[in-house]
């Protein structure tokens, strides 16, 4: 945890926060926090700064924060993501919070099994902690919106220019298409990324997410599992922010 | 699997090779392989082509095989990876494979403890599967070396010339440090990216690294854990190579 990450309804009016539970047993056992010693804090969707401990007792730690006025930026990529099953997607929420992602859409496909709907790593109960997990180890405190997406077809003609009304929309699929950097090296806009599931998109498919706009690309010569081609997507989208500077 | 690997030992002289087991089942439950279907083939550090199968039984398959005559390029980067722990290490082996590296080095480090070098997963009969279901998904042939490194600083001060001669020499830190794309765009050369353990290089470390000639690069604000951030160098430097061309 390299940033203790509170709801801003847990801090009272002077910024004191009362912890029990997970994250003041991370302070106390992991941190070995003692009264008067500070810590990086950040507020859910809000600013960050530093918390001095005022009270560390066996399972509880008050800690007063004070926090700087700017809440980051939100991260420059959205992902639109056929979703995986099950046992990936829970692996990968803490993954690509830790990337920086705005708003990520988990959609269905036509090679994606209806049953991966139904688990429970899709409640926001189960994952949010996830993706909480990821923030604390990035540092970040932009929680990533998410949409579950039932029918890709709808979602692509109706509600896509109000859901992503600005920016580049790029498609990830093997073989043909622009090489990534070159693509990239251009673009300060908000990127929409669509990644397939791991039978890939179908022609039909292709050709819709292409009415819609988005343009081809691929990473490499090398096919990729999901969830590392999705890190290594959103590597590349900050990267190429690094070079732009 | 995008690509069916075999040994060179297992083709006899007219290109034929018969599978039993894993890959047997594969290409008979997953890819539903009939006498006459064609597959990519590749050779365990050797050239990739077609595979045609001649026959498919309940639990063996005969595939002729037409290998093109050149063998993948060895990988860009190398990794100085600080051991992770087991658990880590473990899940690491296959995406690594898949990234492209060309020699893995495992090393010790202040904040390794020593107990990770007692896992089964530093034992080849363990990962190399692992780092051959990595090149099977990417469809590269190029096994990547694996060498562990009982102790840092002889292995960088007398051994680090040899096993690494030309190339630059990086080291991945939070914090301060060049900004990854702008080093990187300018260098064709064969690179070795060390990565420190989840705590962190220590001073002593760092000092260390930079007296053996590496630079100091970070990677974007977020401190990513170790296997997210191994695919997201690793990406990197492969999207650069994009640009480049």
């Known amino acids: 945890m390299n940033l ?5 309804d847990e801090l009272d009016d002077n910024g004191t926060v009362t912890l029990a539970g997970r994250r003041a047993r991370h302070v106390i056992d992991v941190l070995h926090g003692k009264r008067g010693q500070t810590l990086k804090v950040g507020v859910l969707n809000g600013p960050r700064g530093t918390g001095t401990i005022e009270e560390a007792g066996k399972t509880q730690v008050t800690i007063r924060c004070r926090l700087g006025a700017e809440t980051p930026v939100i991260p420059r990529a959205d992902l639109l993501l056929a979703l995986p099953r099950p046992k990936v997607m829970k692996r990968m929420w803490a993954p690509l919070a830790s990337m920086g992602i705005g708003h990520l859409y988990l959609t269905n496909a036509e090679k994606v099994e209806r049953n991966y709907f139904d688990t429970h790593w899709l ?3 189960h994952y949010e902690p996830l993706l909480i997990e990821g923030l604390e180890q990035a540092g970040d405190t932009r929680l990533p919106d998410v949409t579950v997406i039932k029918r890709l077809k709808p979602f692509l003609e109706d509600e896509l220019d109000s859901a992503f009304p600005r920016g580049s929309r790029l498609i990830a699929h093997p073989g043909e298409g622009t090489p990534w950097g070159r693509l990239l090296a251009s673009d300060k806009e908000r ?14 498919e292709l050709r819709m ?8 690309i691929r990473l490499g010569t090398r096919t990729l599992r999901t969830d590392t081609a999705c890190i290594a997507l959103l590597a590349i989208v900050q990267a190429v922010k690094g070079v732009e500077k």
Request: net charge negative; aromatic share 14%; charged share 25%.
């Open 4 to 8: 203790l990450i509170v709801n801003a």
């Open 123 to 125: 409640d926001p109960a």
């Open 191 to 204: 990127l929409m990324i669509a990644v397939g599931p791991e039978g890939g998109w179908t022609d039909f």
């Open 209 to 216: 997410f292409e009415r819609a706009g988005f343009k081809r």
